[in-house]
């Protein structure tokens, strides 16, 4: 039991890592090339493709959570027990915050394409999630629940519930990524598209951008805890729960 507590802790550690590592590095690089390089769709791109891969190399270590909202959906699924999950969203955070801290060191001394002295990493704000376009809290709340949502319900029915899991660990990767795709398109600019409470913290610590960060906690573990309560009494899971 303690080797694979220990396994699936460097696996959910690896997973978040690369996320933050190469979706704020992409926010980063947004900021450091003439015109944005691809602007938002590389941000998109660069979340969904991490997710992607990292989800079907560690589905069959840790289940590939790599976000306490989807931890805390699995939980109140049934699936997982507290004690696991506390650990795992314990890896998640450490995970995102040393990345957080490599960016930082990597690209502290590149300059933004905006020509105002600024460096990337400023720009960027080291890829935190923060709102934007001037929505209130409550807006950017509701859009992160659903936005939470549309991601732990897909995870429910592709990497948790043994009828989606019986197709393979890269379905649910690949959907789960392109899931986080369409969200960060949807509502990137708007909220920053969070969804994750670990990619969050990241950025926030290292780089000292609190602005509503208790939203981007509470938001996605709602949104996650609904989808799970929906998939579990709305829809039905098949397979046996694990402690």
Do not use: C
């Not at 998640?92 to 060191?105: C, H, R």
């Not at 960027?124 to 209130?136: C, D, F, P, S």
Request: no cysteine.
């Amino acid at each position: 039991m303690k080797n694979t507590m220990v396994r699936g802790s460097i696996a959910e550690f690896v997973g978040t890592f690369t996320l933050m590592f190469a979706g704020g590095g992409a926010i980063i690089m947004t900021a450091a090339m003439p015109g944005g390089g691809g602007g938002l769709v590389s941000i998109a791109l660069a979340h969904g493709l991490a997710l992607a891969v990292m989800i079907s190399a560690t589905m069959h270590i840790s289940g590939g959570q790599l976000n306490p909202a989807v931890t805390f959906g699995v939980l109140v699924g049934g699936k997982q027990g507290l004690g696991k999950s506390i650990v795992f969203v314990i890896s998640q955070v450490l995970g995102s915050v040393v990345a957080a801290m490599i960016l930082k060191w990597a690209f502290g001394g590149i300059v933004a394409a905006s020509g105002d002295g600024a460096t990337a990493v400023d720009a960027a704000k080291l890829g935190a999630t923060l709102g934007g376009m001037e929505l209130g809290a409550g807006v950017i709340f509701i859009l992160e629940v659903i936005a939470t949502f549309f991601l732990v319900f897909t995870v429910f029915g592709t990497a948790v519930d043994q009828r989606g899991v019986g197709k393979g660990p890269m379905v649910g990767g690949f959907a789960i990524g392109l899931t986080v795709m369409m969200d960060i398109l949807m509502i990137g600019p708007a909220t920053g598209a969070s969804m994750n409470p670990a990619r969050s913290f990241g950025p926030a610590l290292v780089g000292g951008y609190w602005d509503l960060h208790w939203l981007y906690w509470l938001a996605p573990l709602v949104g996650g805890g609904l989808a799970a309560l929906v998939w579990r009494y709305g829809i039905g899971l098949e397979g046996d729960g694990e402690g």
